[in-house]
């Protein structure tokens, strides 16, 4: 059974920095492409950023380029994403994502979230 | 304003059947295989339909995707109190090269 485990979400401050992480198990990390989901309070889903699997690269949308990096330990089955120069506009729930596929982020398998709040 | 458009609610009676539309364009519906997402209230999406048209194991087969040019569309027939939830298509578009979703439907029943 595919299973995926946020952590790192809480509070920081406007411009301020926070890393998540995601714990895979239950599949072959490495062949895998992964993702970064968020939803802000009330509002719908909103892709972040994925990671190719076999060490491949990697895809980010328009509202986090150059502010968020996505990276991935294979060793450790572990993704991460670094979020940098936060801005009020990132608070929201932080969905760690399995693709169903090693190059591109089709989405079949979600975790439970962590919560991001950015406020001063 | 998402790149998948998808009306905002939908509603059917017990037992009916319905649609919810996902409209889209060539850079990405058009090209690109496309996944439904059911999503309840504060708790993670799970995946409904993928590749257009394929149920996960464990999904009921009252629940039906199809694609058409630019569009989809996620069908749910019978519908059940139990089907009350929030419904998000995605799919890749090649010119933002993202993975991009619909705006939802919220599903009354």
């Known amino acids: 059974e595919v299973q995926l485990l946020e952590s790192g979400g809480g509070l920081a401050q406007p411009g301020g920095s926070l890393r998540l992480s995601c714990t895979a198990s239950g599949f072959a990390f490495s062949s895998y492409a992964m993702s970064w989901v968020r939803q802000a309070p009330g509002e719908g889903l909103e892709w972040v950023s994925g990671i190719k699997g076999g060490g491949g690269g990697t895809y980010y949308g328009g509202s986090v380029k150059g502010r968020f990096t996505i990276y991935r330990d294979d060793s450790k089955d572990t993704l991460f994403l670094q979020m940098n120069s936060l801005r009020a506009a990132d608070t929201g729930i932080y969905y760690c994502?399995?693709?169903?596929?090693?190059?591109?982020?089709?989405?079949?398998?979600w975790g439970q979230g962590t919560l991001v709040t950015v406020s001063s | 304003q998402s790149v998948l458009t998808q009306p905002p609610s939908a509603s059917g009676t017990p037992g009916q059947r319905v649609t919810i539309s996902c409209s889209g364009s060539?850079?990405?519906?058009?090209?690109?295989?496309v996944y439904w997402y059911q999503q309840f209230p504060g708790t993670a999406p799970k995946l409904l339909i993928y590749r257009n048209n394929q149920r996960p194991s464990g999904v009921p087969d009252r629940f039906s995707g199809s694609k058409s040019g630019t569009s989809a569309s996620l069908a749910i027939s019978g519908l059940r109190s139990g089907d009350e939830a929030d419904y998000y298509c995605?799919?890749?578009?090649?010119?933002?090269?993202?993975?991009?979703f619909g705006g939802g439907t919220k599903l009354t029943v």
């Open positions: 060539n850079s990405n519906i058009g090209g690109n295989f």
């Open positions: 995605a799919t890749w578009d090649d010119s933002l090269s993202g993975w991009v």
């Open positions: 994502a399995k693709a169903d596929r090693i190059d591109y982020p089709h989405i079949e398998s």
